[in-house]
């Protein structure tokens, strides 16, 4: 904390050192922690968030926002996030949104604690953000669409767009040829390492494989399926999808 201005013209006084004879009893030291707050634990944005935390051994505690009952609409949490979508961060007085941008802000942050997510070379770091947006731009798309129209629309009161699952689906499959051509050549998407690419992909994979019963669109291609029992027992992520 930077002392305010003046302080510094504080009298000083004299001090006997020699009779300065502290002890434990007399003096109780306390650290503060810092836990960073992660809004949204239950949706999948939000877990990309908390496997990174875990990846990195930062401790978090999770606030939960009910989307279904409009909790994001609140203007408490449309303080923190204009848009009203989860995730988002506090970190003391820092706060942050948008998942990439969240672990992309920790990978970087702590990058010499836990697991570095970057890659150790300029050209490690262009492949991890070379794959991060094939993630953003070529699979999520089509993952969140089958997600929403499979999963979640009778909640959201709208008939599920059939013509729409049928294309996102075929569009992944195509996303997920060139994935398996990649993955025949490195064990990870980056290289040969785990990375932020690779970490992005959990949430949503995970329904595919699991509420969706898609799960034949990752086991008939040989490299996807290894990659994916990979990511996927790594104790980050099964600690994060209990939540």
């Known amino acids: 904390m930077r002392a305010k201005p003046g302080s510094d013209r504080t009298p000083s006084l004299p001090i006997n050192y020699t009779q300065l004879n502290f002890t434990a009893?007399?003096?109780?030291?306390?650290?503060?922690?810092?836990v960073v707050k992660v809004y949204g634990p239950h949706y999948a944005s939000t877990k990309r968030v908390l496997v990174c935390l875990a990846e990195k051994g930062i401790e978090f505690e999770t606030l939960p926002v009910d989307l279904i009952k409009g909790e994001n609409r609140n203007p408490e949490f449309l303080e923190l996030q204009p848009f009203g979508s989860?995730?988002?961060?506090?970190d003391g007085d820092y706060t942050l949104y948008?998942?990439?941008?969240?672990?992309r802000y920790y990978a970087e942050k702590h990058k010499s604690q836990g697991t570095d997510l970057l890659g150790e070379s300029i050209e490690e770091r262009g492949r991890v953000e070379q794959w991060l947006e094939v993630e953003a731009?070529?699979?999520?798309?089509?993952?969140?669409?089958?997600?929403?129209?499979?999963?979640?629309a009778s909640a959201l009161g709208f008939a599920p767009d059939e013509k729409l699952i049928k294309e996102s689906e075929e569009k992944l499959a195509k996303v997920l040829d060139i994935y398996e051509e990649r993955l025949s050549r490195s064990r990870y998407l980056a290289g040969d390492f785990f990375s932020l690419a690779d970490l992005s992909h959990l949430p949503f994979t995970q329904y595919l494989v699991g509420p969706m019963?898609?799960?034949f669109m990752i086991r008939s291609r040989k490299h996807v399926s290894a990659w994916w029992d990979d990511i996927s027992s790594r104790p980050s992520w099964k600690k994060v999808s209990l939540l």
């Open 25 to 34: 009893s007399d003096v109780e030291i306390k650290e503060t922690k810092m």
């Open 86 to 90: 989860v995730p988002v961060i506090q």
């Open 98 to 103: 948008e998942s990439r941008a969240i672990i």
């Open 137 to 152: 731009q070529n699979y999520h798309p089509q993952i969140y669409n089958l997600t929403l129209h499979i999963l979640f």
């Open 213 to 215: 019963k898609k799960e």
